[in-house]
């Protein structure tokens, strides 16, 4: 049986009778990026809360690889960083880690310059950009070397140069501190940039675990047919030993597999009589396998 590096089971969060996260379970590999998406108010920060220990679950277990010592081993960035806006990053550092129980000046400074910070190491918070104090409070959270560092929705308000920073410091702490990584966010199409595994969660409910290598998978080069008679269609696929396929409504037909197979399939449909309204390659977009997930999901 494999073991995980982070594992919940059937793990539940209620808040009154309201369940902000139900009997979820996801599998979380050592030195991964993984992505949590979904719309607003499904649950991820929720979890992300409970797996960091800022809020007890009302049932279902979280395993850490390491036992009780691990849960001090996590660093977390859930909604925005808590900023003395007076005061500039290195301070704003030692605050917090003097409360920890951390105080150390040259981590504090090799961290600053890690993110990106160290030309404007003096300049007070308040004028920061978003991506900046978004960076800083990456910072803050990385203070004590945590083997697990938790992200909830880093990039939201970016302007497109913010993301790309934001995006390239999560990168670098990956690949450089070998650190494992949860991050979150309702847009599939920049998380898709950087994480190899993706929980997709809609109220509460985890909808499907998948890697990055399935969704290009899934999102690949197919055969779109608009017909009339879908029946029909589908059954002039199987004849020709294409099982591979998906109905998407009651016109549109999707076909895995068979690009080389266009002109062949196109004669046999006409042969057949299948009406055939268009048909073309193309791919899906990741944001269309997104909304369909989430249309599907419970």
Excluded at 187 to 202: P, V
Excluded at 215 to 227: A, P, Q
Excluded at 243 to 253: A, C, G, I, Q, R
Aim: glycine share 10%.
């Amino acid at each position: 049986m494999k073991e995980y590096y982070i594992q919940t089971n059937m793990l539940t969060k209620k808040y009154g009778n309201t369940e902000a996260v139900s009997k979820l379970s996801i599998h979380v590999n050592k030195g991964e990026i993984y992505g949590l998406i979904g719309p607003n108010g499904a649950g991820k920060t929720t979890l992300m809360k409970m797996i960091s220990g800022l809020a007890a679950p009302t049932a279902g277990e979280i395993n850490i690889m390491g036992g009780e010592d691990a849960q001090n081993r996590i660093g977390c960035l859930v909604e925005s960083p808590g900023l003395y806006g007076n005061l500039n990053a290195y301070d704003n550092m030692k605050i917090k880690a003097k409360a920890l129980g951390l105080y150390d000046r040259q981590e504090i400074k090799w961290l600053i310059d890690f993110v990106g910070l160290g030309n404007v190491q003096g300049k007070k918070t308040k004028n920061y950009s978003l991506g900046m104090k978004q960076r800083l409070g990456i910072a803050m959270a990385l203070i004590g070397h945590p083997d697990l560092i938790i992200l909830d929705e880093p990039i939201n308000g970016l302007d497109p140069q913010g993301i790309i920073e934001v995006r390239e410091l999560i990168l670098k702490l990956c690949k450089e501190q070998d650190m494992t990584i949860i991050i979150s966010s309702h847009i599939l199409e920049e998380l898709s940039k950087i994480a190899t595994q993706f929980a997709i969660i809609k109220s509460g409910k985890l909808i499907m675990e998948i890697s990055s290598d399935e969704i290009k998978k899934t999102c690949g080069e197919r055969l779109e047919i608009v017909t009339d008679e879908i029946g029909l269609c589908t059954t002039v696929l199987e004849e020709m030993g294409i099982n591979d396929y998906l109905v998407e409504n009651d016109t549109t037909v999707y076909a895995k597999n068979c690009s080389e197979r266009v002109a062949e399939i196109t004669k046999r449909l006409v042969d057949s009589s299948v009406p055939v309204t268009s048909i073309g390659l193309n791919s899906m977009s990741l944001e269309e396998f997104y909304l369909n997930a989430i249309e599907k999901g419970v």
